[in-house]
């Protein structure tokens, strides 16, 4: 097992001694994954800040290097074992329990919806509240497990954080919670997003048999809630020369519910002018992104966000919806499109023949993408941190 050496850090003399859950990390990297890597590595950094990660069923000192094998054999020992959710909790709060008791810890940071049974202080992360609004995108045993742990672990948190203000006020509204229990840090984004001149793109073009600034793409876990379908449609509403100079790259892990998306994407598929990648790897991802000539980002409910910023930060202007936490992070250098198919195909179409505008929105991008980075993520966590602990 690799794991990616942090800043240095030398154990035991840092003041803080937090416990962080990295469990989640058992699956190919998507947003709560790259905000764990992220607000970790600028979190050591921090003076007064000592880390040990629970990865699953052993603790670390390091944060692994890449994503770890774990859930896809536990989706099918799901399907003949009952009760494989409870049984793999037991193995793992075990375990956590082991190290705790070795470590000791003097906070726990759970950055995720169900946190370990732990003696002492801790804070959690919501990223979302996806269960609430469109429980229909999550598989009934997973919302299920959602819907029994999720209460509880707020009453139990110290504090909560969250990736935008959108999700701090639903955060309140739905479950009570008091604002000032509340600690709003954006995410941010690696340095590998990046704008890149036209050779440096030329690697990754000729793999994909692209021309760089001449693609579009949608970056997403194929699931109903990213809304994909509308990008289709709007895509195939182009004038068919656009189409044939500009495929559509669509970038993303498969998700629950794929086959929802299969009529559509098939057809698009058929023509040549849709590919579908599957998960990349994060710097082919990034060197992909950085020369396509715009992002499609239709999705209904977001908590933040993530590949908005990260093209935006690639010199990337984004079309996208005008939903949940995404005007909070794009601003105003987003194209804001709702659920037309003709509004979606206006702006794509508007991107790739005006090149003044395409030029404003990059710009503006860049300018928007500053405001947010991991350095100021770990500085609010980290304050959140102290004040947990007094």
């Known amino acids: 097992m690799a794991y990616l050496p942090l800043p240095a850090v030398q154990r035991g003399s840092l003041g803080v001694h937090i416990a962080l859950n990295t469990s989640i990390l058992r699956a190919p990297r998507t947003g709560i ?19 040990s990660f629970f990865t699953g069923m052993r603790w670390a000192s390091q ?18 074992l009952p009760n494989a959710y409870e049984l793999r909790r037991c193995l793992q709060q075990g ?15 759970e950055p995720s919806l169900w946190p370990f049974e732990f003696d002492g202080p801790m804070i959690m992360t919501l990223h979302d509240l996806t269960h609430v609004h469109y429980p229909h995108t999550q598989p009934a045993d997973r919302l299920a497990e959602i819907e ?10 110290q504090l909560i954080m969250t990736d935008s203000q959108f999700v701090a006020d639903e955060l309140s509204a739905h479950y009570s919670v008091a604002p000032e229990r509340i600690r709003v840090a954006h995410l941010g984004y690696a340095q590998r997003f990046r704008p890149r001149a036209t050779e440096q793109l030329q690697n990754v073009a000729s793999r994909f048999s692209l021309t760089p600034n001449q693609y579009l793409m949608c970056v997403g876990t194929l699931e109903p809630r990213k809304n994909l379908p509308l990008a289709l449609e709007a895509y195939n509403l182009l004038p068919e020369p656009i189409r044939q ?34 998960y990349l790897e994060d710097e082919e991802l990034a060197e992909l992104l950085a020369g396509a000539r715009t992002l499609l980002f239709p999705s209904l409910y977001e908590g933040f966000g993530l590949p908005v910023l990260e093209a935006m930060a690639s010199g990337v202007p984004v079309i996208l919806s005008p939903r949940a936490s995404l005007p909070e992070v794009a601003g105003n250098a987003g194209t804001y499109a709702d659920q037309s198919a003709e509004d979606w195909r206006d702006a794509i179409q508007r991107l790739i023949e005006d090149d003044h505008e395409w030029q404003l929105k990059r710009d503006l991008g860049l300018q928007q993408a500053q405001q947010f980075s991991w350095a100021n993520c770990a500085r609010i966590t980290a304050a959140a941190y102290r004040e947990t602990l007094g």
């Open 245 to 278: 100079r500009f495929p559509l790259l669509i970038a993303g892990m498969a998700g629950w519910q794929q086959d929802s998306l299969s009529k559509p994407l098939q057809a698009a598929l058929k023509s040549g002018q849709v590919r579908l990648l599957g």
């Open 148 to 157: 029994r742990r999720v209460g509880p672990a707020l009453e139990r948190a």
């Open 95 to 109: 375990a956590f329990n082991r190290g705790v008791k070795n470590l000791r810890p003097a906070l726990y940071h």
């Open 63 to 80: 944060l692994p290097a890449n994503a770890q094998p774990g859930y896809s054999r536990l989706s099918a020992l799901a399907k003949c």
């Open 33 to 51: 994954g790259q905000y764990i890597a992220g607000l970790s590595a600028e979190l050591a950094k921090l003076s007064g800040t000592q880390l």
